[in-house]
């Protein structure tokens, strides 16, 4: 299998797209565009509740709900471009930490939306009018999660700079 | 004899220089207080209000649009048992797009404090061949125009919802949609601006900066 792998390998890298000065197939990051809709959904699902309970309006339970459907739609489509992103992102120094990191918090937020917006699809079955209390606490850590994914991801780009020109200069010039 | 060419040169280039010193950037007041990414905090926080106020209104939108067309869906979500009314979406549409206003002006604030504290790589062009001053003053512009657009769009969002449409299935004109799905076509090219911002011109990323002013960033992140 290895041996097959090996023999193909120069056509099979052939086929690839050439990387640009970003060290992507692509002219710009995807993984943080498609982010914008977990954080958002997600984020903004957890505050939808919180203001339906305090102000006594049950339909925006129904938004929160479609809001973390989207979330759990994109999260996937977030990590198949995250994996391929950071395949391409050669860390390096603690950056390869955070990037561990934010992979695995990444695999298992995908896990927990999944779990999360079932879960609420089982419980709206019976009244979509009323939230269990004890969705105010999964509220509360989904929110936290996401926060320290956000400042992870963040971690990369903005102190680490992965997929930036200088960076990916300083990659390919041997200095990383 | 005195070449008055050459002398009004002269003295031109003269006030140039004097010029340079004079108008330096205020940014260096305050230079002790910021980091290597000219920030006095280490993440710039505009580009995570980014992600709510692009996220709701897309999302926003997009739920009126499932909304607007729900009668073509409602046997698709029957056949995968999947409950949802269109009255359902269209709060989606309403609560997203509110919310994504009201963030948006904090996106923009933070947006205008972290661009007047912005250093960007000096001599590099965009993918559109702007320059980093105008690629900052076109998303600087533009943001401020996309949140009055963004107002704009909510109030009559909301009349549409509240009184116009109050008594219609369809809680959104299609004018609304068609505006709608416009602007977020603007979002995304306004949103590229921001990203080249960072991933060409290295504006508040730690990495870049102290890589253009050639430390060594083994020894700094070890």
Known sequence: ?176 | MINFYNFAIIIRENIYSLFSIVIKSPINDISENLGPNDLPYKIPIHPNLVHLTIGLFAIGIAFDIAGAFYPFEKRIFRFLAFPVTRVGFHDVGWYNVLAASFITFFTVATGFFEMLLAVPIPEVKSILGQNAISTMLWHAVGGVAILLVMIAMTIWRGYQRFVFRKDYGRQVSWAYIFLGSFILVLMGLHGSLGAWLASDFGVHITADQLLVRGEDLNQIFQ
Request: glycine share 6%; with cysteine; aromatic share 12%.
């Open chain 1, 1 to 176: 299998m290895v041996s097959i792998f090996t023999r193909l390998y120069p056509t099979i890298s052939s086929l690839l797209p050439p990387l640009n000065e970003k060290n992507l197939p692509w002219i710009d990051v995807i993984h943080p565009i498609v982010v914008h809709f977990v954080i958002a959904m997600a984020l903004g699902a957890v505050v939808f509740d919180f203001v339906g309970i305090i102000f006594k309006k049950p339909n925006l339970f129904e938004v929160s709900f479609l809001n973390l459907i989207v979330a759990t739609i994109a999260i996937f489509i977030a990590i198949v471009f995250g994996q391929i992103e950071a395949g391409l992102s050669n860390p390096y120094g603690v950056s390869r930490d955070v990037l561990n990191y934010h992979s695995t918090i990444g695999w298992s937020l995908a896990g927990v939306l999944s779990v999360i917006s079932g879960w609420r699809y089982v419980s709206r079955q019976t009244n979509p009018q009323v939230l269990s209390k004890g969705f105010v606490f999964v509220d509360i850590v989904l929110a936290i999660l996401v926060c320290t994914q956000v400042y992870l991801g963040d971690m990369l780009v903005w102190i680490y700079g992965l997929h930036t020109v200088p960076v990916v200069e300083a990659v390919r010039e041997g200095i990383l």
